[in-house]
Structure formats: structure tokens, C-alpha cells
């Protein structure tokens, strides 16, 4: 599991606005979660991700440009897809000047249908490559048939080291510590031990081994774990 599906954290002030878009986007079917400030969404993005944010420009004392930097420098949420809304179209203007990673921008007032529209688009685009796998350095993971293959040898894994390799390998580069990655692979609800993550660490590392592809999953001392390709 990375991004929690289908959800969008809309980040506005003005509540009138953030429940038209939270109505909007309940009916097309997305889980909403709200935030008045970027402070508040910011606290909301510490242990885990909705799929996409819509942020407003216009916030009380941290700009919403100003959060999609902070976002963008963060390897937590550096990937987290943003579609900003914007009041007029000087803003718009404006905003193709920055260098901020925001995906795309919407100006006010926008229609409900093309705002989803936007939406769907942004989540196709940041999506799982087509055919379900992901190949990384000689061995490719299968998402559909739940498989790992080694130079096209099938590879035994457990459901748990499969999920934790498939989160490694769709964030290379960037280090877990072992209560993200307990949110990420074994979900939120579930109470597990931050010391289970290390038994499974092991355990991919053992079936990566034979083939010398162990050296991938590395210790980050005193903080966690990264996956280098
Ligand atoms: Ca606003």
C-alpha cells in the first residue's frame, strides 16, 4: 500500500469552498480529508499520504505555494501529486513563473466536473506503469500475479516481504524509518511492533540473497531502511 486510494486532501480556508469541494468530490468517490491551513495539512501529511492534494493559493500565514515547496522538499511527500487552486488568473500566470512541482492548477470558479476531470487525469498520469510490474535492476515484480521474478525466474516471497519490496522499489532512494513503513505495508489499523519490521527486512534480504540482489535493501543506521537500485 502506498497512497491511501482514492484520497484527496483538499487544503482551503474558506469553508464554504472546502465543503463544495469535499461534496464534489465524495460523489465521485473519493475518501476526503479537510484542511483550513497549511499548517493543518502539513500535520495531517506526517505518517501518510492520500493520493493526491488539492491546495489553495490563498492561506492564512503559510502560502499554499509555500506548501507545495515544503511538500516538494520533503522525501515523504515529494511525490505526492498537487493540483492548485488559484483565484484569478494573474495567480495562474504567476504560478507557471514558479519552480514549485505543482502539477497542475485550476482557477477559480471551476466547474465540479472538470475539477474531477483534472483529478482523474493527475492520478492516471502518477499511476503504476500499464502492465502491472515493476523492473528495477534484473528483477521485476509482478502486481497482478503477486510475483517476483529474477532474470525471469520466479522468486518465493511472502505476502508481507512482497508488499515491503513493491513499497521499496516505488520509492527508491528514500529512507523509511520502521513506523513508515509499518503505515505503509501494514496499514494503520494494525498494531504491530516496529521490531516486526526488521524480521521482515531480513527475511526479503535472505530470498534477494542467492541472487545478490540483497545489497538493494540497505540499513540506514539509527533511522531505517533504503532501497537503492
Ligand atoms: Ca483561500
Redesign the pocket.
Known amino acids: 500500500m502506498d497512497h491511501t486510494a482514492n484520497t484527496v486532501l483538499v487544503v482551503?480556508?474558506?469553508a464554504e469552498?472546502r465543503e463544495m469541494l469535499s461534496f464534489t468530490l465524495s460523489r465521485a468517490g473519493f475518501t476526503v480529508w479537510e484542511a483550513e491551513s497549511a499548517e493543518q495539512a502539513l500535520g495531517m501529511l506526517d505518517r501518510q499520504l492520500p493520493s493526491l492534494a488539492i491546495v489553495?493559493?490563498?492561506?492564512?500565514r503559510m502560502s499554499?505555494v509555500d506548501l507545495a515547496a515544503r511538500l516538494r522538499r520533503d522525501a515523504f511527500t515529494a511525490e505526492l501529486p498537487i493540483i492548485m487552486?488559484t483565484?484569478r488568473g494573474e495567480e495562474a500566470d504567476k504560478l507557471k513563473g514558479y519552480d514549485s512541482g505543482i502539477d497542475d492548477y485550476l482557477t477559480k470558479p471551476f466547474s465540479p466536473r472538470e475539477l474531477v476531470a483534472r483529478i482523474r487525469a493527475l492520478l492516471r498520469r502518477a499511476g503504476k506503469p500499464d502492465d502491472g510490474a515493476i523492473n528495477i535492476g534484473g528483477m521485476t515484480l509482478d502486481l497482478r500475479s503477486h510475483q517476483l521474478r529474477v532474470e525471469g525466474q520466479p522468486v518465493k516471497l511472502g505476502p508481507t516481504e512482497f508488499r515491503l519490496l513493491e513499497h521499496f522499489m516505488t520509492h527508491p532512494n528514500r529512507v523509511f524509518d520502521r513506523a513508515q513503513l509499518l503505515d505503509h505495508v501494514w496499514g494503520r489499523s494494525i498494531y504491530v511492533e516496529e521490531r516486526t519490521v526488521d524480521v521482515h527486512v531480513l527475511r526479503l534480504r535472505k530470498a534477494l540473497k542467492p541472487f545478490g540482489l540483497d545489497k538493494h535493501v540497505e540499513t540506514v543506521r539509527g533511522v531505517g531502511y533504503r532501497f537503492t537500485p
Open positions: 482551503e480556508d474558506e469552498i489553495d493559493w490563498m492561506l492564512p499554499g487552486l483565484a
